[in-house]
């Protein structure tokens, strides 16, 4: 008998993954050498893989982006296909889903905010977050501490705390999530172009396959500062995130090329 | 009882470094900060963080502050790149009304200073309204020194309010 406790997780999926049920069996019963045991294998990561997106989906809205997600909760579904005993009468479900859910949980806890942040200081940062978009646009340029102050109506020594809580957290933010669907750049557009502006650059050889490295967004905002020369609020608004997050963008993608600059010296 | 250290001061050489006489008269001014850190790379997010925290609260608009922390890491990395291991780099931040200046400092083991035609150099002028570097030598050794200074974009009546 199947326990109730995957059913209440997912309510509908219990009939849906029953089919795969004899694959276990068939799995535990071969050779760990046997070709057939990775067909196998594959069948049923792919099989289970709806409830991988379901436990995804679960844990969307919370600031890391939902393929993301996805992933790791594939990479749960993968370690719980591995590791599960079919010989200890268990259901595989009732096994995965904690596995999956232990997954993305630790996901969130290595890739969201680094130190612990009060909860306060993460509602304090958004706000400012928030703040500074409304005014950027408002005034054509990025705010100071004390604008952001003065238009939420707290103290300066609070923007401080915000804005600093904002550095312990990881790049991969509730930015990206605010900001949508950010991979919808103009690819066309500038391509190529940062190319030739960075032509005169002495050490041109050696950057271009790194540029080419770097996804199309990072390398995208790369070349608006540094061979269009906008300012940072200006790519924000272009790029649609907000300007924090293009300068977490801007130190890794800087930070990636320097070490590959310094690797190629040394090589 | 108390707690003792494991490290006996009065035989260990901690370090060679002479603590300045607290009775000296400073050469800095009333806001002026003054770091010596291990010219190491694992130090870069302590100046960044300093830089940031002086730029802010001297109330940089927020594009200026991160293009500091930027400037900043980039000019530490050249320096500590090509500084002599094991020794000091020394970074001094000042405001002065409408901007805040930056000056490094390494032992260098090369007399050639960083290349204006790099990226490295084409970051740094992107980002800061004037950046320059100087290497000079006192027989010994190289000293290599890059400074930067970045202007309000704001124009603030009576500054920082």
Redesign the interface.
């Known amino acids: 008998m199947r326990s109730s406790r995957p059913e209440a997780a997912h309510p509908t999926s219990s009939n849906e993954y029953q089919h795969l049920a004899p694959l276990f069996d068939e799995f535990a019963a071969l050779p760990p050498d046997d070709p057939r045991r990775s067909e196998i294998r594959d069948e049923l990561v792919t099989g289970h893989l709806p409830l991988a997106e379901h436990i995804a989906q679960r844990f969307s809205g919370r600031g890391v982006a939902r393929e993301d997600l996805v992933q790791v909760a594939t990479v749960g579904l993968i370690n719980a296909v591995d590791r599960f005993d079919a010989e200890r009468g268990s259901d595989f479900l009732s096994f995965a889903v904690p596995t999956v859910m232990g997954e993305v949980r630790r996901h969130f806890r290595d890739s969201g905010w680094l130190v612990r942040v009060p909860r306060r200081l993460k509602e304090l940062h958004l706000s400012i977050s928030g703040a500074?978009t409304e005014l950027a646009q408002h005034l054509g340029?990025?705010?100071?501490?004390?604008e952001i102050a003065a238009h939420l109506g707290i103290s300066?020594d609070e923007v401080?705390e915000g804005?600093?809580a904002g550095?312990a957290y990881h790049s991969m933010s509730l930015d990206e999530v605010l900001s949508g669907d950010t991979e919808n750049l103009a690819l066309g557009d500038t391509l190529g172009e940062e190319d030739a502006g960075?032509a005169?650059?002495?050490?041109?050889e050696a950057?271009l396959p790194l540029l080419r490295e770097l996804p199309e967004r990072e390398r995208r905002i790369l070349g608006l500062?540094?061979v269009h020369?906008m300012?940072?609020?200006q790519i924000a608004e272009r790029v649609g995130v907000s300007?924090?997050h293009?300068?977490r963008l801007?130190?890794r993608t800087?930070?990636r090329?320097?070490e590959g600059?310094?690797e190629q010296e040394t090589e | 009882m108390v707690r003792r250290l494991h490290l006996n001061v009065g035989e260990v050489n901690v370090t060679d470094w002479d603590p300045p006489d607290p009775r000296e008269r400073s050469d800095l001014g009333p806001g002026d900060i003054e770091l010596r850190l291990s010219a190491d790379l694992v130090n870069l997010p302590i100046v960044r963080?300093v830089v940031?925290?002086i730029a802010?609260?001297a109330?940089?608009?927020?594009?200026?502050i991160?293009?500091l922390?930027?400037a900043v890491?980039?000019a530490c990395?050249t320096l500590i790149?090509r500084a002599v291991p094991g020794t000091v780099m020394t970074c001094r931040l000042t405001v002065s009304g409408d901007a805040l200046c930056f000056t490094g400092d390494v032992q260098s083991a090369t007399g050639t200073e960083p290349?204006t035609?790099?990226?490295?150099w084409?970051?740094l002028t992107?980002l800061t309204d004037m950046v320059n570097s100087r290497v000079s030598s006192n027989g010994q050794h190289y000293e290599l020194n890059i400074e930067l200074a970045k202007r309000r974009?704001?124009e603030?009546p009576g500054a920082?309010?």
């Open positions: 500074s340029r990025a705010p100071t501490p004390s300066q401080y804005l600093e550095n960075l005169g650059v002495e050490n041109h950057l500062r540094f020369n300012t940072q609020t300007q924090m293009v300068s801007l130190a800087l930070q090329l320097r600059l310094t | 963080s940031a925290t802010t609260r109330d940089f608009d927020l594009d200026a991160a293009d922390r930027l890491d980039e990395s790149t290349s035609k790099s990226f490295g084409r970051v992107t974009a704001v603030v920082g309010v």
